[in-house]
């Protein structure tokens, strides 16, 4: 049946997290090892799904640690090192790919691999692949692999492991924290997928756009790429205020503007929302609490964690996931096959 591996791989995000934050318990000597002495400078770098994972990543990373962090894709590290480099610093480079196998990434962990004062990391669900083969540090989340070509529970559960090193390594009581995500995860997939559905299928909307600021930038990023994977959508994403500097120019009455609301701040995001409300767009709002400025103009989707927003921010992916699912279906497309696209992009330079 078209789909079906997808909606399975969607719906398994609360057993594959719980599998994930094992292997974590069972994978701390690892980051037991840098605890005690923090590297100067951390690169976190991937390519497509693992790019943007990457940007909330080192958000997450230098917002809870202290220690600067910086995003980017496997190519431009490779191609322009010294927009990333500092070759004196002692520099952690986090390389992110669900198979391991990406050209660009290999090649840029080549490159960093001959460096002085750098080592390697990588986070990935293939423990046998190539990527994995160049690592100082190696955590791998075999349970994540996916039949489909999109990603969904991989690039979920290795976003909780990047939660999982920052929040250790800046001293946070993880576990206890994080080991609410699984459920979290499984009320918002069972309360949410009706809304997810109704939004996916409805064909008068023609245009995404996905809104996240900090630590939900990657993941409004990661939104807007499943929806131009799966469904094949006109699908941008933005930091939230950055959307009325010219892209509200395409908002209509076709359009859905999905505003991922931190906490930090709710009330810029609200405001934001609210206008593009009032240029005809129809808003999904996903907040940690739904207040009651927001009843009467938005489709709500209320997370209800009592998590931190740094602890939180996997949890707005998911019901977006389900809404491409849907589209795609709806559409009559595959969502486990993408137009155009293969699970890894090798290339032969
Ligand atoms: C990265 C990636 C995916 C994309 C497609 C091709 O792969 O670009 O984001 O959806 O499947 O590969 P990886 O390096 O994380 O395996």
């Given at each position: 049946m078209?789909?079906e591996?997808?909606?399975?791989?969607?719906?398994?995000?609360?057993?594959?997290?719980?599998?994930?934050?094992?292997?974590?318990?069972?994978?701390?000597?690892?980051?037991?090892i840098?605890?005690?002495?923090?590297?100067a400078?951390?690169?976190?770098?991937?390519?497509?799904?693992?790019?943007?994972?990457?940007?909330?990543?080192?958000?997450?990373f230098?917002?809870?640690?202290?220690?600067?962090?910086?995003?980017?894709?496997?190519?431009?590290?490779?191609?322009?090192?010294?927009?990333?480099?500092?070759?004196?610093?002692?520099?952690?480079?986090?390389?992110?790919?669900?198979?391991?196998?990406?050209?660009?990434?290999?090649?840029?962990?080549?490159?960093?691999r001959?460096?002085?004062?750098?080592?390697?990391?990588?986070?990935?669900?293939?423990?046998?692949?190539?990527?994995?083969?160049?690592?100082d540090?190696?955590?791998s989340?075999?349970?994540?692999?996916?039949?489909?070509?999109?990603?969904?529970?991989?690039?979920?559960?290795?976003?909780?492991?990047?939660?999982?090193?920052?929040?250790?390594?800046?001293?946070?009581?993880?576990?206890?924290?994080?080991?609410?995500?699984?459920?979290?995860?499984?009320?918002?997939?069972?309360?949410y997928?009706?809304?997810?559905?109704?939004?996916?299928?409805?064909?008068?909307?023609?245009?995404?756009?996905?809104?996240?600021?900090?630590?939900?930038?990657?993941?409004?990023?990661?939104?807007?790429?499943?929806?131009?994977?799966?469904?094949?959508?006109?699908?941008?994403?933005y930091?939230?205020?950055?959307?009325?500097?010219?892209?509200?120019?395409?908002v209509?009455?076709?359009?859905?503007?999905?505003?991922?609301?931190?906490?930090?701040?709710r009330?810029w995001?609200?405001?934001?929302?609210?206008?593009?409300?009032?240029?005809?767009?129809?808003?999904?709002?996903?907040?940690?609490?739904?207040?009651?400025?927001?009843?009467?103009?938005s489709?709500?989707?209320?997370?209800?964690?009592?998590?931190?927003?740094?602890?939180?921010?996997?949890?707005?992916?998911?019901?977006?996931?389900?809404?491409?699912?849907?589209?795609?279906y709806?559409?009559?497309?595959?969502?486990?096959?993408?137009?155009?696209?293969?699970?890894?992009?090798?290339?032969?330079?």
């Open positions: 078209r789909g591996y997808t909606y399975k791989e969607i719906l398994s995000q609360p057993e594959v997290w719980k599998l994930t934050l094992d292997g974590f318990r069972q994978q701390i000597p690892v980051f037991d840098m605890h005690n002495s923090l590297p400078k951390v690169i976190f770098t991937g390519c497509g799904s693992t790019y943007y994972l990457s940007l909330s990543a080192a958000r997450l230098q917002s809870l640690t202290g220690v600067p962090s910086v995003a980017c894709p496997g190519s431009e590290l490779l191609f322009f090192p010294d927009l990333y480099e500092e070759r004196s610093k002692k520099t952690l480079v986090v390389a992110v790919s669900r198979s391991g196998e990406t050209t660009e990434t290999i090649r840029a962990i080549e490159r960093i001959k460096l002085d004062n750098h080592r390697v990391m990588v986070i990935t669900c293939y423990p046998e692949s190539k990527l994995a083969g160049l690592s540090f190696l955590v989340i075999p349970d994540a692999q996916e039949v489909s070509v999109a990603q969904t529970r991989s690039f979920s559960s290795m976003t909780v492991i990047a939660e999982c090193l920052a929040g250790y390594l800046a001293g946070q009581e993880v576990l206890p924290i994080l080991g609410q995500l699984p459920n979290s995860v499984r009320y918002l997939l069972d309360k997928e009706p809304i997810a559905k109704q939004l996916g299928e409805d064909l008068s909307l023609d245009r995404f756009f996905f809104l996240g600021s900090g630590f939900n930038y990657g993941i409004a990023c990661e939104a807007m790429l499943k929806m131009k994977e799966m469904s094949i959508s006109h699908s941008e994403a930091h939230m205020m950055e959307f009325r500097h010219g892209p509200m120019s395409m209509n009455e076709n359009a859905l503007v999905v505003g991922l609301i931190s906490e930090s701040t009330q995001d609200i405001a934001v929302l609210k206008h593009m409300h009032q240029l005809g767009g129809r808003i999904l709002a996903i907040t940690e609490q739904i207040s009651p400025e927001m009843e009467g103009w489709f709500q989707v209320e997370i209800n964690s009592g998590l931190p927003d740094w602890a939180r921010t996997i949890l707005y992916l998911p019901v977006l996931q389900l809404m491409a699912y849907y589209r795609s709806c559409k009559g497309l595959d969502p486990d096959r993408p137009t155009n696209l293969d699970a890894v992009v090798k290339l032969n330079l």
